[in-house]
């Protein structure tokens, strides 16, 4: 997948500097992937679909901050993800096979308590899931999950508490 989005990148350093982005990124995604989609193939499919937007807009974004390109990446990755299971699931063909989403990762070993709390944290509104997200999964600090989702601190604040409350009562009820 990656020699084909190369491709379209026309800068040697452009190309290296994708590469780099490319294997700092990758496996994140695809365990972020799992955790939408429970399903190898589709997540597989959405990390190339990230990648492959990434690189049409390489150009603009390359000179971002690492924590700035960090979040445009994921936030990219989410949307891929929920355009797959929108179409899977419009075509009513989303199957999850149990046999599938058991195999064993190697690398890509997601943990049972990494499960238990991407399960929680998908239960959240949007606006949470994404705070939540970028500011503990991507240690952005507050101000900085403030600039990416365009919003003031004391409302990332506000996001973060109404969460932290979310999950606990989640917890609880288990």
């Known amino acids: ?6 491709m379209g990148l026309v800068d040697e350093s452009d190309t290296r ?16 992937s799992m955790s939408i989609l429970h399903n190898r193939s589709l997540s597989e499919e959405a990390v190339s679909e990230t990648f492959f937007r990434l690189a049409k807009c390489f150009k603009r974004i390359h000179n971002l901050e690492v924590s700035e390109l960090e979040a445009f990446t994921v936030i990219i ?5 929920y355009d797959i299971f929108r179409s899977e699931e419009k075509n009513s063909s989303i199957v999850i096979d149990e046999a599938e989403t058991n195999e064993s990762f190697s690398e890509e070993q997601i943990d049972l308590d990494n499960i238990i709390v991407t399960d929680l944290i998908n239960k959240l509104p949007e606006i949470y899931k994404d705070t939540i997200i970028l500011r503990y999964y991507y240690e952005l600090t507050e101000k900085e999950t403030a600039y990416q989702l365009g919003i003031s601190v004391s409302a990332v604040k506000k996001r973060l508490k109404y969460a932290f409350n979310f999950l606990r009562k989640e917890t609880s009820n288990e």
């Open 1 to 6: 997948m990656l020699p084909i989005v190369l």
């Open 17 to 32: 500097l994708f590469e780099e982005l490319y294997n700092t990124f990758e496996k994140k995604l695809f365990a972020y």
């Open 77 to 81: 990755n989410r949307n891929c993800c």
